[in-house]
């Protein structure tokens, strides 16, 4: 179902109309209300009349979610407080965190965005829909929610934790959709089979989509998901900065990567070292100008996501353009004794292999001056118990060798008993980089 099928399906050329109008209103918006804006045109000798097409679009500052933390907290917003009704931070381990605000018609256009992202992934009134993100500053909760309510579904707002208990709700209350990360989709299936419920068991459990994101997940990771819980696993992207949840969406129709929500988002993929565009096609990091905001709009905003733009048309009829599956933040990128690799490429080898857990941790040291990867998987509970030394031995180097074949470089295996690694109720940290005091 497509929510808002007149905006979802705009011809091309009526799109990019509607696009440069706006992009033209938000640069002189924030030109007229934004110091920092002000400063970085004038230091380019830009004006924003000089804005004609989207092609100029190359012309604009960067914005870098350090400008968003030294502004802290309310230097980017262009509206005055007053015309604020909500705030959201981004999870920040480090320093300070970029809060983030929302006028009345913000909130209101998220809610739609939500909505469209919800009817992407199949959902529609008839849904009850089980929101398991975290409410609070987490964008994730209140994002799904406001959605979920905006398509006329019924909506449990469970938030995280409680595993168990979120189990039995979702059992009694009848969830058909299910909205968190991919990592506690997992979690909650395992409890459930604690509590012997089997969520592929459809007379007691009648789940049937999921609409999970907030972290990197692969491809071979939703297979598993869906094997394993007898549901179609719908990939949702978005970032605190930009709104939160819904600011791209997979659909059922062809489940091959997510339309952006052009009508407010424009999208571009730059080279992350050069900042130079690159063409369709081409693996590089997200840039995103918000194009409707009113509290904090962001003018080619670094994502530090990496994927790609593809302008194929869709077979499902919307017109907007599709990213690719995000492989992971070029932040998070792993370099393993000078090869690049992303953690969500290891979880692609991993999560094939008969046998294993889907849960992992990549810890990476520096021992002797040179980098060290250990990968510690669960073994899956069905694993055959006992006197299965040879059997173990030879997996671990069968993986070894995979990991070396795949991505080239070369990793400790380590098979952990089933359930021992930490499970995350939102983002799971699959990675522990120890080498930092150490450089
Ligand atoms: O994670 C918003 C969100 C909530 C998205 C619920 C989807 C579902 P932040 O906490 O600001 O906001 O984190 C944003 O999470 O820049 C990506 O690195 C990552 N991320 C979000 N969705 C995906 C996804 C929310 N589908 C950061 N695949 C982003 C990969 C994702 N990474």
Same mark, same amino acid.
């Given at each position: 179902?497509?929510?808002?099928?007149?905006?979802?399906?705009?011809?091309?050329?009526?799109?990019?109309?509607?696009?440069?109008?706006?992009?033209?209103?938000?640069?002189?918006?924030?030109?007229?209300?934004?110091?920092?804006?002000?400063?970085?045109?004038?230091?380019?000798?830009?004006? #924003?009349?000089?804005?004609? /097409?989207?092609?100029?679009?190359?012309?604009?500052?960067?914005?870098?979610?350090?400008?968003?933390?030294?502004?802290?907290?309310?230097?980017?917003?262009?509206?005055?407080?007053?015309?604020?009704?909500?705030?959201?931070?981004?999870?920040?381990?480090?320093?300070?965190?970029?809060?983030?605000?929302?006028?009345?018609?913000?909130?209101? &256009?998220?809610?739609?965005?939500?909505?469209?992202?919800?009817?992407?992934?199949?959902?529609?009134?008839?849904?009850?829909?089980?929101?398991?993100?975290?409410?609070?500053?987490?964008?994730?909760?209140?994002?799904?929610?406001?959605?979920?309510?905006?398509?006329?579904?019924?909506?449990?707002?469970?938030?995280?934790?409680?595993?168990?208990?979120?189990?039995?709700?979702?059992?009694?209350?009848?969830?058909?959709?299910?909205?968190?990360? #991919?990592?506690?989709?997992?979690?909650?299936?395992?409890?459930?089979?604690?509590?012997?419920?089997?969520?592929?068991?459809? /007379?007691?459990?009648?789940?049937?989509?999921?609409?999970?994101?907030?972290? #990197?997940?692969?491809?071979?990771?939703?297979?598993?998901?869906?094997?394993?819980?007898?549901?179609?696993?719908? &990939?949702?992207?978005?970032?605190?900065?930009?709104?939160?949840?819904?600011?791209?969406?997979?659909?059922?129709?062809?489940?091959?990567?997510?339309?952006?929500?052009?009508?407010?988002?424009?999208?571009?993929?730059?080279?992350?070292?050069?900042?130079?565009?690159?063409?369709?096609?081409?693996?590089?990091?997200?840039?995103?100008?918000?194009?409707?905001?009113?509290?904090?709009?962001?003018?080619?905003?670094?994502?530090?996501?990496?994927?790609?733009?593809?302008?194929?048309?869709?077979?499902?009829?919307?017109?907007?353009?599709?990213?690719?599956?995000?492989?992971?933040? /070029?932040?998070?990128?792993?370099?393993?004794?000078?090869? &690049?690799?992303?953690?969500?490429?290891?979880?692609?080898?991993?999560?094939?292999?008969?046998?294993?857990?889907?849960?992992?941790?990549?810890?990476?040291?520096?021992?002797?001056?040179?980098?060290? !990867?250990?990968?510690?998987?669960?073994?899956?509970?069905?694993?055959?118990?006992?006197?299965?030394?040879?059997?173990?031995?030879? !997996?671990?180097?069968?993986?070894?060798?995979?990991?070396?074949?795949?991505?080239?470089?070369?990793?400790?295996?380590?098979?952990?008993?089933?359930?021992?690694?930490?499970?995350?109720?939102?983002?799971?940290?699959?990675?522990?980089?120890?080498?930092?005091?150490? !450089?």
């Amino acid at each position: 179902m497509i929510f808002d099928l007149e905006n979802e399906t705009l011809p091309r050329d009526e799109l990019e109309a509607l696009q440069l109008r706006r992009l033209q209103d938000l640069c002189c918006r924030v030109y007229a209300n934004v110091p920092f804006y002000a400063q970085k045109f004038d230091e380019l000798g830009l004006k #924003p009349d000089q804005i004609r /097409s989207l092609k100029d679009l190359e012309r604009l500052p960067f914005t870098e979610k350090q400008h968003l933390r030294d502004h802290y907290p309310y230097g980017l917003f262009a509206v005055p407080r007053d015309n604020v009704v909500r705030l959201h931070a981004s999870s920040g381990t480090t320093g300070r965190v970029s809060v983030v605000g929302y006028t009345r018609r913000d909130i209101d &256009n998220w809610a739609d965005l939500m909505a469209r992202s919800l009817a992407a992934a199949g959902a529609s009134r008839q849904d009850l829909i089980h929101v398991a993100y975290g409410y609070g500053l987490f964008t994730g909760g209140l994002g799904a929610h406001y959605g979920a309510e905006r398509i006329g579904a019924t909506v449990v707002p469970s938030s995280s934790g409680a595993t168990r208990r979120q189990v039995q709700f979702m059992r009694d209350f009848g969830a058909t959709v299910l909205c968190c990360t #991919p990592s506690y989709a997992l979690h909650l299936h395992e409890a459930a089979l604690e509590e012997g419920l089997d969520f592929r068991d459809k /007379s007691v459990m009648s789940l049937k989509t999921g609409v999970f994101g907030a972290e #990197p997940w692969s491809e071979e990771m939703r297979r598993t998901i869906e094997s394993r819980m007898g549901i179609n696993a719908m &990939n949702v992207y978005g970032l605190s900065e930009i709104m939160g949840p819904g600011v791209a969406m997979e659909c059922v129709d062809s489940k091959c990567g997510l339309h952006v929500f052009e009508d407010h988002f424009l999208p571009e993929i730059i080279d992350p070292a050069t900042g130079r565009v690159l063409p369709y096609g081409e693996e590089g990091e997200l840039v995103l100008t918000t194009l409707t905001k009113e509290a904090v709009p962001l003018v080619r905003y670094r994502t530090r996501d990496i994927t790609r733009l593809d302008p194929t048309p869709c077979r499902c009829g919307r017109t907007h353009r599709r990213i690719g599956r995000l492989t992971g933040r /070029s932040d998070d990128m792993l370099i393993i004794r000078g090869v &690049n690799v992303y953690p969500s490429q290891i979880e692609a080898v991993l999560v094939e292999t008969e046998g294993l857990s889907p849960n992992y941790q990549i810890t990476v040291d520096r021992v002797d001056n040179l980098d060290q !990867m250990v990968v510690a998987v669960e073994l899956a509970d069905n694993f055959p118990a006992g006197g299965e030394v040879r059997h173990l031995q030879q !997996m671990t180097r069968q993986l070894g060798h995979r990991i070396k074949e795949f991505l080239g470089i070369t990793a400790e295996i380590r098979l952990v008993e089933p359930r021992v690694l930490a499970r995350s109720e939102g983002k799971a940290q699959r990675v522990i980089d120890k080498r930092g005091d150490k !450089m």
